[in-house]
């Protein structure tokens, strides 16, 4: 084999390489939907990680004590005594690593759900590039999380209206990254995965909700439900998760870490992200610590 072909293989095999081994280095916590009080300043951030918050949530639906549809009129639900835009500011200042982004719709508003209702996809489209550009000027955030749970229209509707959103902030330099945050769901999955579809190329990460399978799950379920999803979403960077009260899905406790670790070397981790800071602050932070930890050491 001459030096030329040796060259190509190595340079090959150091591609393949690379492909295999992703940034794992990103951390994500959702923050601010149970108004219990919690700062940005009170979760602990390890220089080491790629760290983003995620503020739960702006909806398109009235602030009034009965909530209605806004079609696209974003307004903000989180607790914003605590997480404002000029504390946004002093996080992101102290913390270079840090980014900010906003999620939208989550599961409820007031007494009910929040529904994805659109009275139409352009009227839906126009309103929300309008009323979120306001918000993330507003707040200094960098990118958008979608977090709709319940729905009012067909999956066609949602992927048109989710992907012609996420493609205008883009562009207009707005944003400079998006997630989704579906679940094991027929009706989730269904609207999902035909954004997915259309607009996949427009989503850096799948916030999968790992902490919606039941409570209990275990190391080989987890790693079974993590394959699947990574090939419902293909191509895609797929976030392992789990919820900080331990009500659902693998917990730190029980393997979590482990199925990590085991993801990590097939080359399948692409970081971790928690439900929720707010629920975290009774046990101290502990498992944002043992998770930054996990990796800054991960190679």
């Given at each position: 084999?001459?030096?030329?072909?040796?060259?190509?293989?190595?340079?090959?095999?150091?591609?393949?390489?690379?492909?295999?081994?992703?940034?794992?280095?990103?951390?994500?916590?959702?923050?601010?939907?149970?108004?219990?009080?919690?700062?940005?300043?009170?979760?602990?951030?390890?220089?080491?990680?790629?760290?983003?918050?995620?503020?739960?949530?702006?909806?398109?639906?009235?602030?009034?004590?009965?909530?209605?549809?806004?079609?696209?009129?974003?307004?903000?639900?989180?607790?914003?005594?605590?997480?404002?835009?000029?504390?946004?500011?002093?996080?992101?200042?102290?913390?270079?690593?840090?980014?900010?982004?906003?999620?939208?719709?989550?599961?409820?508003?007031?007494?009910?759900?929040?529904?994805?209702?659109?009275?139409?996809?352009?009227?839906?489209?126009?309103?929300?590039?309008?009323?979120?550009?306001?918000?993330?000027?507003?707040?200094?955030?960098?990118?958008?999380?979608?977090?709709?749970?319940?729905?009012?229209?067909?999956?066609?509707?949602?992927?048109?209206?989710?992907?012609?959103?996420?493609?205008?902030?883009?562009?207009?330099?707005?944003?400079?990254?998006?997630?989704?945050?579906?679940?094991?769901?027929?009706?989730?999955?269904?609207?999902?995965?035909?954004?997915?579809?259309?607009?996949?190329?427009?989503?850096?990460?799948?916030?999968?909700?790992?902490?919606?399978?039941?409570?209990?799950?275990?190391?080989?379920?987890?790693?079974?439900?993590?394959?699947?999803?990574?090939s419902n979403y293909g191509g895609g960077k797929i976030l392992a998760s789990f919820i900080s009260d331990g009500s659902g899905g693998l917990s730190p406790n029980n393997g979590f870490f482990s199925a990590c670790a085991t993801l990590k070397r097939e080359?399948?981790?692409?970081?971790?992200?928690?439900?929720?800071?707010?629920?975290?602050?009774?046990?101290?932070?502990?498992?944002?610590?043992?998770?930054?930890?996990?990796?800054?050491?991960?190679?």
């Amino acid at each position: 084999m001459d030096f030329l072909s040796k060259g190509l293989l190595t340079f090959l095999f150091l591609l393949q390489t690379i492909q295999a081994s992703p940034d794992t280095k990103l951390f994500r916590e959702y923050i601010g939907a149970e108004f219990k009080g919690v700062t940005f300043s009170d979760v602990p951030i390890s220089p080491s990680v790629d760290f983003h918050f995620i503020l739960s949530f702006a909806i398109d639906y009235t602030t009034s004590d009965s909530p209605s549809p806004t079609n696209g009129q974003f307004n903000v639900f989180w607790d914003t005594d605590n997480l404002s835009p000029s504390q946004i500011s002093s996080i992101k200042n102290n913390h270079p690593n840090v980014k900010v982004a906003l999620s939208l719709g989550g599961d409820s508003i007031g007494n009910g759900y929040a529904y994805f209702n659109p009275s139409s996809i352009d009227s839906w489209v126009d309103n929300a590039v309008s009323s979120l550009t306001s918000i993330i000027n507003q707040y200094n955030l960098d990118g958008i999380d979608v977090d709709y749970e319940h729905f009012q229209s067909d999956p066609e509707t949602f992927a048109e209206c989710i992907g012609r959103l996420l493609k205008v902030l883009k562009n207009k330099g707005v944003i400079s990254f998006a997630s989704i945050a579906p679940f094991d769901d027929e009706e989730v999955q269904s609207h999902y995965l035909a954004l997915w579809r259309k607009y996949g190329h427009l989503i850096d990460y799948v916030n999968f909700q790992f902490y919606a399978y039941d409570e209990g799950t275990t190391v080989s379920q987890f790693l079974s439900y993590f394959d699947t999803q990574r090939s419902n979403y293909g191509g895609g960077k797929i976030l392992a998760s789990f919820i900080s009260d331990g009500s659902g899905g693998l917990s730190p406790n029980n393997g979590f870490f482990s199925a990590c670790a085991t993801l990590k070397r097939e080359g399948k981790f692409h970081g971790i992200f928690i439900w929720s800071a707010d629920d975290s602050m009774s046990n101290g932070f502990r498992y944002e610590k043992r998770s930054q930890a996990f990796l800054a050491s991960a190679r």
